[in-house]
């Protein structure tokens, strides 16, 4: 179920604990996955019968920032669970951290 | 988006850390959450459609900003050092409220029936049974406001949305960064915006807080040994005492946990921040420049530009001790008065865009251009490498005579004098000019400097235009009390005695 990801809004996957933040993303339908199964918004009920994807179970780890491979998409873990987030059917990766000196 | 979610994750992944110290009061990332949806609770029982804090620094500032966020109404903090008709003129201003304030500062707020008064004891003390709230996702929706101490007219009120604080906050802290053992130890008021960043920061980092109700040379260096504290914030009058306060005991500081000292809020005294290197070698120190208007932090120089600047003979380095460093999560772009963009070594006014920067107050909208950039009203300029200088507020400079002149150039040549320890320049209407240079001079214990010397020390160094016309010599300059010198205050004792 192809959706339109603004900047702010929260999913959580359906199949795990985890959830994320779209800090940035392309314009545009997308199909937002986690763990194989499409991630629900709001507070939509997850879809019975669905299962983790053995093959998509790589895990998403809370505070981290993943993004696609343009980096048109950028989102935040904010809870982490078992599987692995996914734009259009492509992994997303971990985006390095720009690291900054403290300053408060 | 809203900035509840910080806390969320921190109290998800280390619910056991703790949060934040004050005093006895001790609270757990996990408790900081119970409470601040206890407070949320008793923000929407109570119709408020702000929460108000009118209290020296306490546990009950971070349960406050995260308890607003939960309940989706702004924060707003006030400085408990206005007056008393300043502070129920502001308070009118929010109402409905719900107004959280210490026995101190209880008396100074007149009662109204739309503004709910509640004890920062019993604040912190509600019942911490609330069922989790999903905070609300608009990203739109204000987190914070708070009243710029305007110069002139009604103080200003800025406000900042979740999306600037959330944008700040994910773009420049690692989430979960500090160590189990990290604390900072926060010492500027709640009503500043550094206040409420190290809150954001900390929370987002899992670091301890612990908060200082006021700042003491003495006091913040005993609270840095006993709490092992590993990170600060100062500003500039704030370093200089410590720097002092270290000089008279001798010099040893015994703080082998402190890792990081940022600074910022204004000009640091190159001659402080070069002792304050000497005096604690294994502190990485960063300068952080930064508005409310922008969410706080802008532009950092950073600790191995300190080391670098410190140690180089290559005199376009060495300077950069005095530069606020280079753009963080933003743009910066230099214009002048007629709005062209400026190259690098040409000085104007300082322009910033990026997603932190709200740039927008109540009433007055947005200060924004079409093209998204804010006007600081700072003047500075860049270097080559992109490090930003800074010279003053443009309301600052001096129009003699069609030529803008900086009040700190001068400044910087005065305080070169052996007898000079603190001097503010400021402009002087003046008939035949327009604007003459005026300066007030403090010299230092027992020194000595006449009119005449001082005035062919600035011919000597700068041009003759920068001499200033009128010196007089002053016990002590006004600063506010974040060590902001108040040049309107100095304008006007001038402006009397003419």
Redesign the interface.
């Known amino acids: 179920m192809a959706m339109v990801l603004k900047?702010?809004?929260?999913f959580r996957s359906a199949v795990c604990d985890a959830q994320v933040?779209v800090?940035k993303a392309p314009p545009g339908e997308h199909e937002l996955h986690c763990g194989g199964a499409a991630m629900l918004g709001g507070s939509a009920p997850a879809p019975e019968g669905l299962s983790l994807d053995s093959a998509r179970a790589g895990g998403t780890l809370?505070?981290?920032?993943y993004v696609n491979q343009d980096e048109s998409l950028e989102l935040?873990a904010?809870?982490g669970g078992k599987g692995t987030l996914a734009l259009d059917g492509m992994a997303l990766d971990v985006k390095q951290?720009k690291?900054?000196?403290?300053?408060? | 988006?809203n900035i509840a979610?910080l806390l969320?994750?921190s109290a998800?992944?280390f619910g056991e850390r703790i949060a934040v110290v004050s005093g006895d009061t001790q609270l757990s990332y996990a408790e900081l959450k119970a409470a601040a949806l206890a407070a949320a609770l008793r923000v929407q029982a109570s119709g408020a459609v702000y929460v108000v804090l009118l209290d020296v620094n306490s546990a009950a500032a971070p349960v406050a900003i995260f308890g607003a966020a939960y309940a989706g109404v702004p924060y707003v903090p006030l400085n408990y050092r206005l007056t008393r008709p300043e502070i129920n003129e502001l308070i009118a201003r929010v109402a409905p409220a719900l107004l959280i304030t210490g026995a101190d500062y209880r008396g100074l707020v007149d009662a109204r029936d739309d503004v709910q008064i509640i004890d920062r004891e019993a604040f912190l003390s509600l019942h911490r049974n609330a069922a989790p709230i999903e905070p609300a996702?608009?990203?739109r929706a204000v987190a914070v406001q708070l009243f710029t101490s305007g110069t002139t007219g009604k103080p200003k009120a800025a406000i900042l949305r979740?999306?600037n604080l959330?944008?700040y906050i994910?773009g420049?802290?690692?989430?979960?960064?500090a160590d189990e053992s990290d604390a900072i130890v926060v010492t500027v008021p709640p009503y500043h915006i550094?206040g409420i960043?190290?809150v954001l920061?900390s929370t987002y980092?899992c670091r301890r807080m612990v908060q200082l109700e006021g700042f003491e040379a003495a006091g913040w260096l005993a609270a840095c040994r006993e709490h092992r504290v590993s990170?600060a914030?100062l500003v500039p009058t704030m370093l200089q005492r410590i720097v002092d306060h270290l000089d008279a005991q001798g010099g040893d500081a015994q703080l082998p946990a402190l890792r990081?000292l940022?600074y910022?809020g204004g000009k640091m005294p190159l001659a402080t921040i070069r002792r304050a290197m000497c005096l604690l070698p294994q502190v990485?120190f960063?300068n952080?420049y930064?508005l409310t208007e922008t969410s706080?932090?802008i532009a950092?120089l950073?600790?191995d530009d300190h080391r670098a600047a410190a140690a180089s003979d290559d005199p376009r380095v060495r300077r950069r001790l005095a530069s606020v460093g280079r753009p963080?999560?933003v743009e910066i772009e230099i214009r002048d008065e007629a709005g062209k963009a400026l190259g690098s070594e040409e000085a104007g006014l300082v322009f910033v865009r990026g997603p932190q920067v709200s740039g927008e107050y109540l009433a007055l909208g947005s200060q924004l251009d079409a093209g998204g950039w804010f006007p600081t009203k700072d003047r500075g300029y860049l270097d080559a490498e992109g490090y930003l200088f800074l010279d003053g507020r443009a309301d600052d400079v001096i129009v003699r005579g069609g030529e803008n002149i900086s009040p700190g150039e001068i400044e910087d040549v005065l305080l070169n004098h052996e007898a000079v320890a603190d001097v503010a320049v400021v402009a002087l209407p003046d008939d035949q000019w327009g604007e003459a240079v005026a300066a007030a001079v403090v010299l230092k214990d027992g020194a000595s400097a006449s009119v005449l010397e001082l005035q062919e020390l600035v011919r000597s160094r700068l041009r003759s235009s920068r001499v200033p016309q009128h010196i007089v010599f002053k016990d002590q300059l006004p600063y506010n009390e974040l060590g902001k010198i108040l040049r309107r205050v100095i304008r006007q004792e001038f402006a009397d005695a003419v």
């Open positions: 900047a702010g809004a929260r933040m800090v809370i505070g981290k920032r935040l904010t809870k951290a690291q900054l000196p403290s300053s408060d | 988006m979610t969320d994750m998800e992944a996702d608009d990203p979740h999306e959330m944008s994910v420049t802290v690692e989430f979960a960064a550094a960043s190290a920061s980092a990170n914030f990081a940022a910022g990485d960063t952080a930064g706080s932090t950092v950073g600790p963080g999560a």
